[in-house]
Structure formats: structure tokens, C-alpha cells
């Protein structure tokens, strides 16, 4: 008798508990590979908010582009097919060279400075985002970017005529200035690419090397530390506006906290997936004195250009994070 009212109670617990997990559920669309630190990193927000919220609000993460894909992920959200989503800005950089901050070359090269410039940027960003119905909540770097290849480079020159995969204007640029042949490509159809020759080169993380498996088609990782692009994690404003202000407070710290994890979970890693590259047969070096040299000078020449592209809200950016 003792054990049946135990099971019982037990049972009534679990229902109590199950009426107060059955709040309102939001589909997060994430672009990048399931195991990603990106994605784990928007799991654990995912799981913040739920725990901060008592389950009223319940965020179901969608990792790999299986919701939506990379491209379509900032439109859903903006029209609310999705409610909330992550995307690779400055892969929007067409629409508003803004986006593209993050992926001026040697503008930003470490995390340091990566983070300095995200704080200088982040108030226009959000207005920019603001204006197109969403809010921001937070952003996590990628590894600084370095170019992947498919025979030594010594020089720009040795760089002529390949097909180089871009996954916004910033790369795409890079690789006219190289004499490369620019192909638009999201990671998630990177491997492939590269296996029918698609593209044999392309400039990114070790990061997305590594989920690639690029090792199987490519042989040489150059290191240039060339930019550290951003994903943004941003909510639909309808969706924001209908939540009440403890929910919306559970959002912010749940995003400080994400933005904060993803950020130290990227440095961390950011030897580890080099190492990983290297053990897979992979040369890993920096670039060589004269290679370094020559793609500053394309840097300059990019450097130049966003802020005649980006206007006197860019240059502010530029200035503030200057003077941090
Ligand atoms: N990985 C993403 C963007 C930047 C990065 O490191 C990609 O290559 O698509």
C-alpha cells in the first residue's frame, strides 16, 4: 500500500511537472554540423533558457541546416517562419556591407581584437537588424581564417585560375585580387564541392576543416590569421514582443552566457582543430615571407574598400574599435 501511494505521488509529480514544461516551443534553424562547437554552443542556450524560463519557453535547436539552410535562415526568421535562427552575417554583406565588418582582412586578427570590434560593431548591427524585424541576442566567433589548398603556395601568382570557394563577398573578393575563380558555397556543401572539383581551395577555419574532413581532397592549411568571421544568434520581433519580460530577461543572460561559452569554447579549440589537421596528413604553416607579404597588400586594398562600401557608419565602427 505504501509503495502504490509512493508510485502515485510519483506519477502526480511527473504530470505537475510535465503541465509546467508544455509552454511554447521555438524551432532554432543552425547552418553549421551537428557536433560544431557553434551548435553545441546554441544547445546549451537552448537549455539555459529552458531551465531560466521553467519550461515556459522551450527552444529546440535544428543543427546542419535541417530546418532551413544557411541562406535561408535569416529570411525565415525575418518573416517569421522561424522565430529565432543563427546566421553567418557577413555572408548578408550584399544587402548591408555592414554585415561584412567581420571579414575585413588583418582588420581584427586575433580573439582580442575579434571581440573589440564585435563591441564596436554590435549597436549598429543591432539596429540594422532592428529595422529588419529581429533582435540580436548574441555572437560567437569562428577561428581565425587561413587558406586551404591543394599543392604548396608560395605566392599569389601560384594562386592563378583555381576555383576557390566563397562563402560571402569578403572571400569572394579575395579571390578575385588572387586571380582565383570565386564559386558561393555553404559549408554544408563544402565536402562535396571539393570531391567533384567544384572547388579545390577555399579560406576558412581550422574549424570547418576539420567537420569537412578536407584532408581527404586538400593538403596545405596556411595559417594567415586573416579575420575571425561571426555567427549571430537573433529572434524574430514579433516573437521577442509577444514573450513577457521574464522571458525576455531569461533571453539576454541565457545569450550572455552562450556568447561568453561559445567565444571560450573557439579559442580553446582553435589549436586543438589545427593539431587535428596536421594528424591527418595535412601541412599546417604559416605563410611564407613573401606569400604573408602579398596577401597584406590585398588587405589593404579590401581595407580600403569596405569603408567606401560600408559609408560613415562603418567608419565609425573602424574608429571606435580603434580607440578600445
Ligand atoms: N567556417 C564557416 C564560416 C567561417 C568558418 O570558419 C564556413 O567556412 O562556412
Same mark, same amino acid.
Given at each position: 500500500?505504501?509503495?502504490?501511494?509512493?508510485?502515485?505521488?510519483?506519477?502526480?509529480?511527473?504530470?505537475?511537472?510535465?503541465?509546467?514544461? $508544455?509552454?511554447?516551443?521555438?524551432?532554432?534553424?543552425?547552418?553549421?554540423?551537428?557536433?560544431?562547437?557553434?551548435?553545441?554552443? &546554441?544547445?546549451?542556450?537552448?537549455?539555459?533558457?529552458?531551465?531560466?524560463? &521553467?519550461?515556459? #519557453?522551450?527552444?529546440?535547436?535544428?543543427?546542419?541546416?535541417?530546418?532551413?539552410?544557411?541562406?535561408?535562415?535569416?529570411?525565415?526568421? !525575418?518573416?517569421?517562419? =522561424?522565430?529565432?535562427?543563427?546566421?553567418?552575417?557577413?555572408?548578408?554583406?550584399?544587402?548591408?556591407?555592414?554585415?561584412?565588418?567581420?571579414?575585413?582582412?588583418?582588420?581584427?586578427?586575433?580573439?582580442?581584437?575579434?571581440?573589440?570590434?564585435? *563591441?564596436?560593431?554590435?549597436?549598429?548591427?543591432?539596429?540594422? #537588424?532592428?529595422?529588419?524585424?529581429?533582435?540580436? #541576442?548574441?555572437?560567437?566567433?569562428?577561428?581565425? @581564417?587561413?587558406?586551404?589548398?591543394?599543392?604548396?603556395?608560395?605566392?599569389? =601568382?601560384?594562386?592563378?585560375?583555381?576555383?576557390?570557394?566563397?562563402?560571402?563577398? *569578403?572571400?569572394?573578393?579575395?579571390?578575385?585580387?588572387?586571380?582565383?575563380?570565386?564559386?558561393?558555397?555553404?559549408?554544408?556543401? #563544402?565536402? !562535396?564541392?571539393?570531391?567533384?572539383?567544384?572547388?579545390? %581551395?577555399?579560406? /576558412? /577555419?581550422?574549424?570547418?576543416?576539420?567537420?569537412?574532413?578536407?584532408?581527404?581532397?586538400?593538403?596545405?592549411?596556411?595559417?594567415?590569421?586573416?579575420?575571425?568571421?561571426?555567427?549571430?544568434?537573433?529572434?524574430?520581433?514579433?516573437?521577442?514582443?509577444?514573450?513577457?519580460? @521574464?522571458?525576455?530577461?531569461?533571453?539576454?543572460?541565457?545569450?550572455?552566457? *552562450?556568447?561568453?561559452?561559445?567565444?571560450?569554447? $573557439?579559442?580553446?579549440?582553435?589549436?586543438?582543430?589545427?593539431?587535428?589537421?596536421?594528424?591527418?596528413?595535412?601541412?599546417?604553416?604559416?605563410?611564407?615571407?613573401?606569400? %604573408?607579404?602579398?596577401?597584406?597588400?590585398?588587405?589593404?586594398?579590401? /581595407?580600403?574598400?569596405?569603408?567606401? =562600401? $560600408? &559609408?560613415?557608419? &562603418?567608419? $565609425?565602427?573602424?574608429?571606435?574599435?580603434?580607440?578600445?
Amino acid at each position: 500500500m505504501k509503495k502504490l501511494i509512493g508510485l502515485s505521488a510519483l506519477a502526480g509529480m511527473a504530470f505537475a511537472s510535465n503541465l509546467a514544461m $508544455a509552454g511554447e516551443k521555438w524551432d532554432m534553424p543552425m547552418a553549421y554540423a551537428d557536433s560544431n562547437y557553434h551548435t553545441q554552443n &546554441g544547445k546549451l542556450f537552448a537549455k539555459a533558457v529552458g531551465i531560466c524560463t &521553467g519550461g515556459e #519557453l522551450e527552444i529546440v535547436v535544428h543543427g546542419g541546416g535541417s530546418l532551413f539552410k544557411g541562406g535561408e535562415i535569416k529570411r525565415a526568421v !525575418q518573416t517569421g517562419q =522561424a522565430p529565432i535562427g543563427e546566421r553567418l552575417l557577413s555572408a548578408h554583406q550584399n544587402e548591408n556591407p555592414i554585415f561584412g565588418v567581420d571579414s575585413v582582412p588583418f582588420l581584427a586578427s586575433s580573439f582580442d581584437n575579434s571581440d573589440k570590434l564585435y *563591441a564596436a560593431a554590435r549597436p549598429t548591427m543591432e539596429k540594422i #537588424l532592428a529595422d529588419q524585424n529581429m533582435v540580436l #541576442l548574441y555572437g560567437v566567433p569562428w577561428p581565425p @581564417q587561413g587558406m586551404y589548398f591543394k599543392k604548396e603556395i608560395n605566392s599569389v =601568382a601560384d594562386m592563378k585560375g583555381i576555383k576557390f570557394r566563397a562563402y560571402n563577398a *569578403a572571400t569572394a573578393r579575395l579571390a578575385e585580387l588572387g586571380g582565383m575563380l570565386p564559386v558561393q558555397i555553404e559549408a554544408a556543401e #563544402l565536402s !562535396q564541392a571539393l570531391a567533384t572539383g567544384v572547388a579545390d %581551395a577555399f579560406i /576558412s /577555419s581550422g574549424s570547418t576543416g576539420y567537420d569537412k574532413k578536407v584532408w581527404e581532397h586538400l593538403t596545405h592549411f596556411y595559417d594567415t590569421q586573416a579575420w575571425l568571421p561571426r555567427n549571430y544568434i537573433f529572434v524574430n520581433k514579433d516573437s521577442w514582443n509577444s514573450q513577457s519580460d @521574464q522571458v525576455k530577461n531569461c533571453l539576454k543572460s541565457s545569450a550572455m552566457l *552562450a556568447e561568453a561559452a561559445g567565444t571560450t569554447r $573557439a579559442r580553446e579549440l582553435t589549436g586543438w582543430y589545427l593539431a587535428q589537421l596536421a594528424a591527418n596528413g595535412m601541412t599546417v604553416i604559416p605563410p611564407g615571407d613573401n606569400l %604573408a607579404a602579398e596577401l597584406a597588400k590585398m588587405g589593404d586594398t579590401m /581595407s580600403k574598400e569596405w569603408p567606401e =562600401a $560600408a &559609408g560613415a557608419e &562603418g567608419a $565609425a565602427i573602424v574608429k571606435a574599435y580603434k580607440a578600445k
